[in-house]
């Protein structure tokens, strides 16, 4: 059974970068055939794709988020991590980290991450 | 890239069906069969029902089903039953090679 685990502060300053890790456990990153990504929802709002990574390394970035966005894995910790640079208030949501391809079917708990000075 | 369309809201009965439409455009549900449904109840994770246009995951209740047609898709849920309630959200693959969300439906079994 496959299971996501995010990590990371809760709590980012406005104008830095977000940090998050999610940690997979009951296989491996490395799985041909997988995407690993990254989903938020602000409080109140809806779900919103952040992007997704390739088991070969491709990535893939929603236009809106793609000039601050960058997903990247650790096979040697069979990991993979979200990074959001210059961060604001509207960034503040739950952040989720999954796994798929077209489609979703595996998900992590989610995390909140709160932008506030 | 927008997001695609869904009502705010729907309701019904127990017992009755309820249909969410999901509508976007050419260069996403209208191109690709890839359109996902995932039924969201606050503080948990999400749960995909629908991938591919129609298909079940493994588990999920054949009382979900799901069409597409041109540029909508559509989650079908018959047998309304008190854990239905929930949020529920569309997903397609787009002409970008990225995906996109519906802005949510929030179905309310009176």
């Known amino acids: 059974q496959l299971q996501l685990q995010e990590s990371g502060p809760g709590l980012v300053k406005p104008s830095e970068t977000l940090s998050l890790t999610c940690t997979v456990s009951?296989?491996?990153?490395?799985?041909?055939?997988?995407?690993w990504g990254w989903i938020r929802q602000p409080p109140g709002k809806g779900l919103e794709w952040i992007g997704s990574?390739?088991?070969?390394?491709?990535?893939s970035y929603s236009p809106s988020l793609k000039s601050r966005v960058t997903i990247s894995v650790d096979t040697s910790k069979n990991q993979f991590s979200l990074k959001l640079s210059s961060v604001t208030a509207a960034d503040t949501s739950v952040y989720y980290c999954?796994?798929?391809?077209?489609?979703?079917?595996?998900w992590g708990q989610g995390t909140l991450v709160t932008v506030s000075s | 890239q927008s997001a695609l369309t869904q009502p705010a809201s729907v309701s019904g009965s127990p017992g009755q069906s309820i249909t969410i439409s999901c509508t976007g455009t050419?260069?996403?549900?209208?191109?690709?069969?890839?359109v996902s449904w995932y039924q969201h109840h606050p503080g948990k994770a999400p749960k995909l029902v629908i991938y591919?246009?129609?298909t079940r995951p493994s588990g999920v209740s054949d009382r979900f089903s799901a069409s597409k047609s041109d540029n909508t898709a559509s989650l079908t849920i018959s047998g309304l039953q008190a854990e239905d309630e929930a949020d529920y959200y569309c997903?397609?693959?787009?002409?970008?090679?990225?995906?996109?969300f519906g802005g949510g439906t929030k179905l309310t079994v009176l």
């Open positions: 050419s260069s996403d549900v209208g191109d690709y069969n890839y």
């Open positions: 990574l390739s088991y070969s390394g491709d990535t």
């Open positions: 997903s397609s693959y787009t002409s970008s090679s990225t995906l996109v």
């Open positions: 591919e246009v129609s």
């Open positions: 009951g296989g491996s990153i490395t799985s041909s055939s997988y995407y």
């Open positions: 999954v796994r798929g391809g077209y489609y979703y079917e595996d």
